[in-house]
Every structure is written in structure tokens, then in C-alpha cells.
């Protein structure tokens, strides 16, 4: 049994841990609704790039009858994880769907070209097989998005300029809308586009009498919009992914806390206890001394 000063230095350490996971806990709150911000702040951004495609479409009509479906030889992943613990099965569920969704898809392992954002997610990864080509760590900030998604950019154009692949996959955890903390896991193609989106695009009613002009070329004007939707989709991907690591978090800190809580109550009883058995002997000796006395 442990005695009285030992159980008073571990209720201090539980309250230091408590504190701690407080303060977690209300980070991970302001985290999650600063990355959902960041994620609503898109879809004007996303409208307008939907205009720029549409006007792409109505002037230049030849260069989405020249796109068509083509075989898959090679495949380009994006993975989405998380650089830091305490987030409980965020890494490990997503590994999970991304190596089914892998496994299911025609291209081989070794066809496959993968980029892990999260030193945890690309572990994973690499134990359960499947080789990370290059790796980012996590924006650890709003501000941090933005240079990340840049670099992943670049990297994506490297693989389709010099070792060109056929299909570009995202995998991301993203939060689930109404269930509180609760996320699922997200697959979102990004290369090619999807033709039936881009043949309603430009079926779509123009919103005012007066289309713009384009004044450059159609392979510069190409070009310009397919680098941005890349960009719109893969800081969405992240924007989300850091919105469900955080909910998560949130999660397993509250049920830490409650632990936390619970282990607190349970060693404040004991100390308590053994407290009012140490002052019980005491007195017992003091009347047992007394009577001693007395009898003399």
C-alpha cells in the first residue's frame, strides 16, 4: 500500500496531466473551427474557378470533345494523415480504406506513385507494403496550408511532365456534418477530370447576357485552371484531414479527461483514507498512553 506522501505526489501528477489534457482539449476546440472556416471560405473561390472551366468549355467546345476515357497504367496517391498522436484510430482507419481501395484498383504496387502528408500516416503505410515515394509533414497552421499544397503541386506536375500518370487519387479523413466529433474516410479522383461534371459545366445556363472574352491560348488558359483546381482540391483535402485530426483529438481528450477524472476520485478517496486512519491511530495512542498513566 502506498503511503500517505506517495499518494499525495501521484494526485499531483494526475492534476498536472489533468490540466494538460485541458488544455488540449480546448486548443483541438479552436483548431476545428478555424480549419472549417478555412474549408466554407473555398466555395466562393470554387465558383469562380467553375466560371473559369465553363467559359474554357463554351469557347474552346474541341478540347472537351477531345478528352475521353483512357486505360490506367500508372496512379498517382495522395494520402492525408497526421504528424502527431492522441487522435485515436485516425491513422490506422484511414490506412485501412486506403490499402482496400489500392488493393482494388488494376494498377500494380509497383505502378504506383504515393505522397504521405503526416509521419504517421506514411509509417502505416510503409509497414503494411505499400512504398511512400515523398514525404510532407503537416501544416501545423492555416497559414502552413497553403506553401504544403504548393510543393504538392509541384510534385504532382513533376510526375506528369517527366513519368506521366494516368489517375491522380486523394484519401483524406474529413468530418462528418451534425455528428459532433465523428469523421469518415474521403477517396476524391483529381486527375483526370470527370467528364460528366465537366459536360454539365458546360451545358450550364451562363448567369449573365455577357460571357467573358478570352485573350489567351487555349493550352496557357488550360493549363492556368487545371493548376488551380488541383490546388482547390488538395487544400480542401487538407483543410479537412486537420479538421477531423482535431476532432478526433477532441474526442480522445474528453475521454481521457473523464479518466483522468475518475483516477483523481479514486486517489483522493485512498489519501483520504489513509489520512483518517494515520489521525485515528494517533489518537488511539494518545488514550491508550493516557489510560497508561492513570492506572499508575
Known sequence: MSTPQALKRKIDSVQDLQSIVKTMKALAAVSIRQYEKAVASLSEY??????????MLINFPERLASLKTEAIHRLGVVVFGSDQGMCGRFNEQLTDFVLQALDQHPVATKDRRVIAVGARISDRLAEAGQPIEVSFSVPGSIGGITPRIQEIVLQL?????????????????????????AYSAQRQQLFPLDLPYLRNLQRRPWPSRCRPMVTMSRERLFSALFRQYFFVGLYRACAESLAAE????LASMQIAEKNIAERLVELQTTFQQQRQEAITEELLDIVSGFEALMKE
Open 157 to 181: 506536375e513533376v510526375w506528369r511532365r517527366e513519368d506521366p500518370v494516368d489517375q491522380i487519387l486523394v484519401f483524406h479523413n474529413s468530418p462528418i456534418a451534425g455528428a459532433g466529433v
Open 246 to 249: 482535431n476532432a478526433s483529438r
Open 46 to 55: 470554387n465558383r469562380t474557378l467553375e466560371m473559369g472551366v465553363q467559359v
